[in-house]
């Protein structure tokens, strides 16, 4: 029987608006993201120039201390922050959430120090999981970066003018979608963790397994709601163009935005995992 991509995305819906404690766990990221996000604007200043100051100037140079150039260095400096969050962690608040859902789907309660004691247990789990999930994407970056300069070599010659400016635009779409493709694969993982406890490398067996054998059905589950991503990416591929033709400040409109899209998006796609598999279980 055909799988209901509708039904899962209407119970996700629904959850979030009936039982908005689901969401608790993306808004904690978002805050440790945004706090991180105010650090690294104030770098500059004291009391945190004390300590960012030395390795700004070490990596980047004293120019990038004062503006506007600290503010084209705000998104990449951000990212790294990212890293560190997901690592340490989003997968640990993510499963809190895939806990809830089960809790909610079989009429348990949802009792607060449960779920963190649940999840903690699994921890070196869930950084295990952002560690494997952060080198694929790197990898996968990098391999993508190397194609497309091949590609813009080979066509730059004869390519109009106009397709070499939109360059950045073709290869933050490129890096995109590749994105979207490794989470097919391993969309599954902490569900499967938390769900079924398997340990870490079964976990990572089986999500890949599944991935292929429902390739379709969980891409069309997720990419509608990783869409609303796309305008971001856009945006921070063509960033340097975008401040040339604004201001630096775009930069914190933009990573800013991409916080707060990052609570809602996460926490769907999580909760989609979640009941995909309860689903296939109860089937």
């Known amino acids: 029987m055909k ?80 890293i560190a969050i997901y690592i340490l962690f989003w997968g640990f608040l993510a499963a809190i959430t895939v806990n809830i859902v089960k809790n909610v789907r079989s009429n348990l309660p949802v009792k607060p120090n449960a779920l963190i004691k649940n999840a903690l247990g699994r921890y070196f789990s869930f950084i295990s999981y952002g560690i494997t999930i952060i080198a694929l994407l790197f990898l996968a970056q990098k391999a993508d970066m190397f194609v497309f300069s091949k590609y813009m070599r080979l066509i730059s010659k004869h390519a109009p003018e106009i397709m070499i400016r939109l360059a950045p635009l073709k290869l933050g779409l490129f890096l995109f979608f590749s994105n979207v493709l490794i989470e097919v694969f391993f969309l599954l993982m902490i569900p499967l963790i938390v769900i079924q406890k398997k340990p870490f490398f079964k976990a990572i067996g089986k ?73 296939k279980e109860s089937s």
Not at 27 to 42: G, N, R, S
Not at 50 to 74: D, S, V
Not at 226 to 245: D, E, H, T, V, W
């Open 3 to 82: 799988y209901s991509i509708k039904k899962n995305w209407s119970g996700a819906l629904e959850m979030m608006v009936t039982k908005p404690f689901v969401i608790m766990p993306f808004i904690v990221v978002a805050f440790l993201e945004a706090l991180a996000f105010e650090l690294i604007y104030f770098s500059p200043r004291k009391p945190v120039l004390l300590i960012a100051g030395p390795l700004i100037r070490k990596f980047f140079g004293e120019p990038y201390l004062h503006y506007p150039l600290n503010l084209t260095i705000l998104p990449k400096l951000f990212y790294n922050a990212q």
């Open 207 to 279: 999500s890949v397994t599944m991935g292929v054998g429902n390739f379709f059905t969980l891409l069309a589950l997720i990419l509608a709601p990783f869409l609303l991503y796309l305008p971001l990416a856009m945006a921070r591929s063509l960033l340097p163009q975008l401040i040339n033709k604004t201001a630096p400040e775009i930069s914190i409109i933009i990573t800013a935005a991409g916080i707060i899209v990052s609570i809602f998006v996460d926490c769907f796609v999580t909760i989609c995992a979640a009941q995909f598999l309860l689903d």
